[in-house]
């Protein structure tokens, strides 16, 4: 069952390619008093993630970030050197899209969105959700019905919820 509202984030390790190469993310580092839209989503250069989910988000960059968030970041259960190479591909990360890769699925099954669909090489991906977290505890919580779509999830409709 996935995290609830009003429920804190699982504590966890992430990883990002930094300078010096891939660098461990720990979670409260990155939710800890801080404002922040976390997306999850199956899988870096796949359809409705790379045409629908993380465009949809650097649509509303500036107007999320004047509503007062701190961070939006993307995270799939890829190695980070896919998150990097399709950050850039998509322009996700010169939008100001952090791109976190949870490789092994933990951080994603922690928050009970983990699902596997092996006749398309998915396991332990993660369903699509977004989330405005703050200080670690998560105050929106939206996950799509079914795979494919981007519509509760995608960057309108958080802006929308946080008004």
Known sequence: MAIKVGERLPEGTLLRMGADGVEQVPTGSVFTGRRVVVFGLPGAFTG????????????????????????????????????????????????????????TGDWIEALGTSFDAPQVGFVRRSRRFSALVQDGVVELWHEEAGPGVCEATAGEAMLAAIG
């Open 48 to 103: 409705t993630c790379s045409t629908a989910h993380v465009p949809s988000y650097m649509r509303v960059m500036a107007s999320l970030t004047a509503r007062g968030i701190d961070e939006v970041i993307c995270i799939a259960a890829n190695d980070p050197w896919v998150m990097k190479a399709w950050g850039e591909q998509t322009g996700a990360a010169s939008a100001g899209i952090t791109m976190l890769a949870d490789p």
